[in-house]
Structures are given as structure tokens and as C-alpha cells.
T-cell receptor, first 114, second 114 residues
Framework: DAGVIQSPRHEVTEMGQEVTLRCKPI?????LFWYRQTMMRGLELLIY????????DSGMPEDRFSAKMPNASFSTLKIQPSEPRDSAVYFC????????????FGEGSWLTVV | GDSVTQMEGPVTLSEEAFLTINCTYT??????LFWYVQYPGEGLQLLLK?????DKGSNKGFEATYRKETTSFHLEKGSVQVSDSAVYFC?????????????FGTGTLLAVQP
């Protein structure tokens, strides 16, 4: 079975450019999560969706970050404009959305902003 | 708010040594508790979980017991292998698992030497 699929796996971009990260959750999963991982701050939850609706975006660092989920099989995380401090690994994760079910992570998008 | 504290690494062990990685939590409700493992260059994978007090999660020789009285969920393995080298994250689910929103500890790097 396909897991959570993220793209791109690696991206290097210049400061000020727009970055779009993409995620395809596991089919049938109703909840989708975006996490950011850095050495300094560890794993931070940025935003999560339930049935394509954003439920909690309190972790989104600032207005430069936005996330969308136009349908059950696709989500994007956009940074515009990007800054060097946005360099991190961004993980997408999904789960069935109810009870105490396991959250499954993608392999991450490694972003470097120079 | 809810939080997870785990021992800082790196933890360096010889093959076949006994492993303990400490994890304690603070939560207002009754969270589910998890250990995730991250191998180099990969995303996080669920290692084991426990959903209520006194439950023991186990997988691949790893064990952890949900101790409500000490608010702990320490990870143990009787005999580690080189292939166990990874970063281990303790996590809890906020809202008692209603949303599956996970709060992670900072991670503990385990390095096993042959």
C-alpha cells in the first residue's frame, strides 16, 4: 500500500522565492497534518485538517505560510516569500481521523533557503 | 498545555547492551502515548503505543509501559543492535486522542556501536 507521499523530497531555493510543498495522504484517511522539524525546535505541528477543513492552524509561524486541502487526496503548504530561517524538514502525515489511531508520516520535504 | 520531556542524547551503546530512554509527560486529560522512530533520511514511523494506564506497548523487542502514577512512558530494549541506531521520539495525543494531534518530545539520538 502506498504511504503518505510528499514532493519534492529536496528543494534548494533563494530567499524571497515562493515554495510549494505537496502531500498526498493515505487513501481513506480523513485527517492530515503538516509538521516542521528543525534542530532548534524539534517537531512542531503547523496545521491540521479534518475532512479537508483546517481545524487548528495555531502552529503556522506567520502569514508567509499558508496551507490548503482542496480535496481528500491532496494538500499543499506554501511559503511566500521564503526566508533562510524556513530551512527545515517538512513532514506531512495522515490518519483515519477518529479515536486513537496511528498517524502515518511521509518521508519529508527537505527545504533549504539560501 | 500538554508537553513531553525526554532524555537528551546522544545515547551511545555497544551492541547487545540494555537500552532505556526516559520519557515523562504533562497532560490535563488522559492522553494516548507513543514512541516513534526516525531512521536517517526517513520520516517518522510508529514504534509502539499505549492508550491507557498500565498498558504495555511492544514491538521489535522494544517495550514501554504507560505509568499514570509517575506520568512516564520509558522505552526499553533488552539487547540493542546496530540497526536500532536512530532518533526516538516520545509523543502524546492531545485531547485524549480525540483529534490525534500529537505533541512530540525533542527526540533522543541512539547510536549503537558494533
Amino acid at each position: 500500500d502506498a504511504g503518505v507521499i510528499q514532493s519534492p523530497r529536496h528543494e534548494v531555493t533563494e530567499m524571497g522565492q515562493e515554495v510549494t510543498l505537496r502531500c498526498k495522504p493515505i487513501s481513506g484517511h480523513n485527517s492530515l497534518f503538516w509538521y516542521r522539524q528543525t534542530m532548534m525546535r524539534g517537531l512542531e505541528l503547523l496545521i491540521y485538517f479534518n475532512n479537508n477543513v483546517p481545524i487548528d492552524d495555531s502552529g503556522m509561524p506567520e502569514d508567509r505560510f499558508s496551507a490548503k486541502m482542496p480535496n481528500a487526496s491532496f494538500s499543499t503548504l506554501k511559503i511566500q516569500p521564503s526566508e533562510p530561517r524556513d530551512s527545515a524538514v517538512y513532514f506531512c502525515a495522515s490518519n483515519e481521523g477518529q479515536g486513537r489511531n496511528t498517524i502515518y508520516f511521509g518521508e519529508g520535504s527537505w527545504l533549504t533557503v539560501v | 498545555g500538554d508537553s513531553v520531556t525526554q532524555m537528551e542524547g546522544p545515547v551511545t551503546l555497544s551492541e547487545e547492551a540494555f537500552l532505556t530512554i526516559n520519557c515523562t509527560y504533562t497532560a490535563t486529560g488522559y492522553p494516548s502515548l507513543f514512541w516513534y522512530v526516525q531512521y536517517p533520511g526517513e520520516g517518522l514511523q510508529l514504534l509502539l503505543k499505549a492508550t491507557k494506564a498500565d498498558d504495555k506497548g511492544s514491538n521489535k523487542g522494544f517495550e514501554a509501559t504507560y505509568r499514570k502514577e509517575t506520568t512516564s512512558f520509558h522505552l526499553e530494549k533488552g539487547s540493542v543492535q546496530v540497526s536500532d541506531s536512530a532518533v526516538y521520539f516520545c509523543a502524546l495525543s492531545e485531547d485524549g486522542g480525540a483529534t490525534n494531534k500529537l505533541i512530540f518530545g525533542t527526540g533522543t539520538l541512539l547510536a549503537v556501536q558494533p
